[in-house]
T-cell receptor
């Protein structure tokens, strides 16, 4: 298996909702990443997990809460989001050094 | 000034043309990545380079470490090559984090 699988592909949520984005890989990669991408912009790093521990949090608001239950799974819990949080959320994985594998993303719309 | 600059920002080509996208960086790197993103889609990793040249099908990537420059070439371009091509680097002493260029939006017309 050489893929990163993200679910759901699309999500519409209200500002009072709680939802979660999921990411799964079975390549044995020990680093997993969440990126946020706005239209026509490059991805912005949000969080990095290395060996299932949060190693980087790029000053992301607390309404985004990451979780890494095991080496294959990465979740992003969403609560009380704002319309400006609408974006494509990308998950990626890699070894400690080396190439990346990206998921196809979750397109999030906050209404 | 961004650490990673790409040119051109936008490129329109006719089917069959040879295409070159350029990437320059201003810092020491451990590797350079070329990525492809179709509209509304996820990102596909095309190449990871630390020296020399790599080829995969109609795609060729080169890097000149001394000049801090890389190029992505597409031979015999096809409309399905229409996408955003992103150059990204991993900086020395920064683990495996990616620093992205602004992307090149390519449209290949039939």
């Amino acid at each position: 298996d050489t893929e990163v699988t993200q679910t759901p592909k699309h999500l519409v949520m209200g500002m009072t909702n709680k939802k979660s984005l999921k990411c799964e890989q079975h390549m044995g990669h020990r680093a997993m990443y969440w990126y946020k991408q706005k239209a026509k912009k490059p991805p912005e790093l949000m969080f990095v997990y290395s060996y299932e521990k949060l190693s980087i949090n790029e000053s992301v608001p607390s309404r985004f809460s990451p979780e890494c239950p095991n080496s294959s799974l990465l979740n992003l819990h969403l609560h009380a989001l704002q319309p400006e949080d609408s974006a494509l959320y990308l998950c990626a994985s890699s070894q400690e050094v080396g190439g990346y594998t990206f998921g196809s993303g979750t397109r999030l719309t906050v209404v | 000034k961004n650490e990673v600059e790409q040119s051109p920002q936008n490129l329109t080509a006719q089917e069959g043309e040879f295409i070159t996208i350029n990437c320059s960086y201003s810092v020491g790197i451990s590797a350079l990545h070329w990525l492809q993103q179709h509209p509304g889609g996820g990102i596909v990793s095309l190449f990871m380079l630390s020296s020399g040249k790599k080829k995969h099908g109609r795609l060729i990537a080169t890097i000149n470490i001394q000049e801090k420059h890389s190029s992505l070439h597409i031979t015999a371009s096809h409309p399905r090559d229409s996408a955003v091509y992103i150059c990204a680097v991993t900086l020395n002493n920064a683990g495996n984090m990616l620093t992205f260029g602004g992307g090149t939006r390519l449209m290949v017309k039939p």
